[in-house]
């Protein structure tokens, strides 16, 4: 079965308000702010990945959901599949690291066997607490559309790693040690009538705002920020910068200017996502970015 | 690398202090419970196992954490890895039917792909509520040692369908469809002075009361609960039944009577567990339970 078809069964289970549907980033339960996400080896991470860098996406990816509902991290539970000694140790090495710098405590998890030569599979619950979690459904006709962060770099360090594993450099780290936008999003959360995460790629996640805003996103691609070094990277295909996901910055609607962020589009009565390059209108490419299953 | 070394490892990374030093079963934030177990294939439930019955499994085993806690379930957080669709399709309907039946809800959580042929790995994040939740390390020598529930009908249970995976009955029941005691946890939570889920063993999990206590406990195995089909099945070998857990009865020490609870021995200055069975000493056996790694 597939993510999308299980997500669809899941959808009929009963659900908690705060769950919004099974739409959002992460569940919200008064001030408190709840995500799950897992990484399978060899699906969301390569095999050859060191165990540190694992462990520190692990981390980040969970607390990056918080920070797109403006959530300050109050702990975390780990879930980890037992193999190799030496990976195991260097991935609660890694984890520790990725705590300490990232500033949030483990507050428990679970560690069990598993069977010989299987691919790992962990996961991490993030809790945090946040006043005003924006979801993925407010954004308004008339609101500008906004980023905070920069887009494609992990998407170029990805592609640098396919082609050489012993790459290194600013987009590898992009991709392996990605930051989340902690104090942004805390920030920006007040302001915004919709935000969430760029995790599967700009354009699909515009998308996914547009549609479950019942609203259209207009997006300047001419206006998308890129590193220098992703610039380099990408050159004219910015199309392919807003397709790659794993970006980790903050998307996010408001009605006024924003602070920290650039404005990289527009939102409309309408449905849909338009794009324009060059000041000219754009076809949408047929991959709008990471789909699951 | 086995648990006992890993969760080693993890106790020695910036721990919350509602993490309890990672030797409880449930972090406490406040008036807030959250427990996370997981399930491999293989290793946790039996491959041939029905997928609706593991789902059941997977949350009742978070659920009884959260009664040990005398926790109010708020609601769930799932991790699942798909696989073959027909079971898949099964497990989600068992995981709504338990949801249902256990009257908590679904947050969110993750669904993601995995390679193919893997044991799955499944996990679950339970979040609830509770004024006053007891640890394991409260025990005070002159308190009783009480049991909530039935201990060894699913450990019956496993080594029925180990013998014949076709079987059937209130025992195999017991170990496919363990019942959390809810509201025995959440009513017992107020007078205990320690409480845990006995899931690896009534013998095993006294002792770790014990051991987080600083105090001695005396069980008087003429004293433990058998259900009479569990009675019928271990005969003259209580040590056996109070060995094989999966129980999730509710051990608890409390100073008075404890009503709805059977007393099963005392708690004393000292270290250690002590048996005895008809009115003499019994040593220890080797294997006080289920030790993980």
């Given amino acids: 079965m597939t993510e999308t078809s299980l997500l669809a069964m899941l959808r009929r289970l009963p659900l908690h308000p705060?769950?919004?549907?099974?739409?959002?980033?992460?569940?919200?339960?008064?001030?408190?702010?709840v995500t799950k996400d897992m990484l399978v080896e060899g699906v969301h991470y390569r095999a050859d990945d060191p165990p540190g860098d694992v462990a520190w996406k692990l981390v980040a990816v969970n607390l990056s959901d918080l920070a797109a509902k403006g959530?300050?991290?109050?702990?975390?539970?780990s879930g980890i599949t037992l193999g190799d000694a030496a990976w195991?140790?260097?991935?609660?090495?890694?984890?520790?690291?990725?705590?300490?710098?990232?500033?949030?405590?483990l507050l428990g998890g679970d560690t069990v066997a598993a069977p010989a030569r299987q691919a790992r599979v962990l996961s991490l619950t993030a809790i945090g607490r946040s006043a005003h979690a924006p979801d993925r459904a407010g954004a308004v006709a008339g609101d500008g559309v906004w980023l905070c962060?920069?887009?494609?770099?992990?998407?170029?360090g990805l592609r640098m790693l396919?082609?050489?594993?012993?790459?290194?450099?600013?987009?590898?780290?992009?991709?392996?040690?990605?930051?989340?936008?902690?104090?942004?999003?805390?920030?920006?959360?007040?302001t915004a009538t919709a935000m969430m995460d760029v995790s599967d790629g700009l354009l699909i996640d515009a998308a996914r705002i547009a549609e479950a805003s019942g609203v259209a996103i207009d997006i300047d691609l001419d206006m998308v920020p890129l590193s220098p070094a992703g610039s380099a990277f990408w050159g004219d295909?910015?199309?392919?910068?807003?397709?790659?996901?794993?970006d980790y910055a903050l998307l996010l609607t408001a009605p006024g200017a924003v602070a920290g962020a650039v404005r990289i589009?527009?939102?409309?009565?309408?449905?849909?996502?338009?794009?324009?390059?060059?000041?000219?209108?754009?076809?949408?490419?047929q991959r709008l970015g990471w789909l699951h299953g």
């Fill in 18 to 33: 705060g769950a919004r549907g099974l739409a959002d980033d992460a569940a919200v339960i008064g001030d408190l702010v």
């Fill in 237 to 246: 295909d910015v199309v392919g910068a807003a397709t790659a996901g794993d």
């Fill in 265 to 285: 589009g527009s939102v409309r009565a309408g449905t849909g996502l338009r794009l324009t390059r060059h000041g000219a209108p754009l076809a949408l490419p």
């Fill in 71 to 77: 959530a300050v991290p109050v702990g975390v539970l």
């Fill in 88 to 105: 195991d140790r260097a991935f609660v090495e890694g984890l520790g690291a990725a705590l300490t710098r990232m500033d949030v405590p």
């Fill in 149 to 156: 962060g920069t887009i494609g770099d992990a998407g170029a």
């Fill in 162 to 190: 396919e082609r050489d594993p012993a790459a290194t450099g600013p987009l590898v780290a992009a991709y392996r040690r990605p930051t989340p936008l902690m104090a942004d999003g805390q920030r920006l959360a007040a």
